[in-house]
């Protein structure tokens, strides 16, 4: 049987287990293989690039699907035997979201985005133009960062709130850990904790985009891309009425 070509279209998509996240996308699209419109268990491309260098000298990759490094002895021989550089997690089931609802937060007023109790974020926003009702209900949202001056790096056109960071998020608020938005030394893109990371404040931060896991905040933090999203809908009363 011959193998199903990967298909590359609009969406999101997040590993199902791990300490980082990559929710600062510099594209829209995600290639793999799709079972449906939504689900958990896409099989995504790895997307691979260089990340300097482990401890041993040896050059290693990070892999921003999968959020895992590549570049081992295993890892080199896989390659030599499939043709093909891929992480140790390439066949790992993954969340995703295909065709996300995309939100310009400053094409409306009045926004309010929460997460229920379900799990589903809810997304209720008046156009500006016009005064439509905008109504989402949706397990992942992406929202338009290209209009949003100044809160993150200017290469990200979109920020993927997955329901893995937005749960982490929640869990935070409610434990009352010490929250903020930890950029890359190296690239500059906001880090993002998950899992057992998300309850812990820490200095050191690994990154989600670039794989650099040198770079360290001034105080023990949870590091959230989310938490950046919320203090620019405070500045913004006018947009946001309430975000997250």
């Given at each position: 049987m011959r193998p199903v070509t990967p298909l590359t279209l609009p969406g999101m998509c997040w590993p199902l287990q791990a300490s980082t996240g990559h929710l600062g996308v510099t594209t829209t699209l995600i290639t793999g293989h799709f079972r449906a419109g939504a689900g958990q268990d896409a099989i995504v491309q790895c997307a691979l690039v260089p990340a300097g260098k482990f401890r041993n000298g040896a050059l290693r990759h990070w892999c921003r699907t999968h959020q895992h490094y590549w570049?081992?002895?295993?890892?080199?021989?896989?390659?030599?035997?499939?043709?093909?550089?891929r992480c140790r997690q390439h066949a790992s089931p993954m969340g995703y979201v295909l065709y996300p609802a995309?939100?310009?937060?400053?094409?409306?007023?009045?926004?309010?985005?929460r997460l229920d109790q379900d799990g589903m974020l809810q997304l209720r926003a008046r156009a500006d133009l016009g005064g439509a009702l905008l109504v989402r209900d949706a397990p992942a949202l992406a929202i338009d960062c290209r209009a949003l001056s100044g809160v993150f790096h200017p290469d990200i056109v979109q920020l993927n709130i997955t329901p893995p960071a937005a749960q982490a998020f929640a869990a935070a608020l409610q434990a009352g850990v010490p929250l903020d938005c930890s950029d890359c030394a190296r690239c500059g893109h906001p880090h993002l904790d998950l899992g057992s990371f998300a309850q812990a404040p820490h200095r050191r931060h690994t990154c989600g985009h670039c794989g650099h896991d040198a770079s360290h905040s001034a105080s023990a933090i949870v590091s959230t891309p989310l938490w950046r999203l919320r203090a620019f809908a405070l500045r913004h009363p006018q947009r946001f009425a309430q975000c997250l």
């Open positions: 570049g081992t002895q295993a890892d080199l021989a896989d390659a030599q035997a499939t043709q093909q550089r995309l939100f310009d937060p400053m094409q409306c007023h009045a926004a309010t985005l």
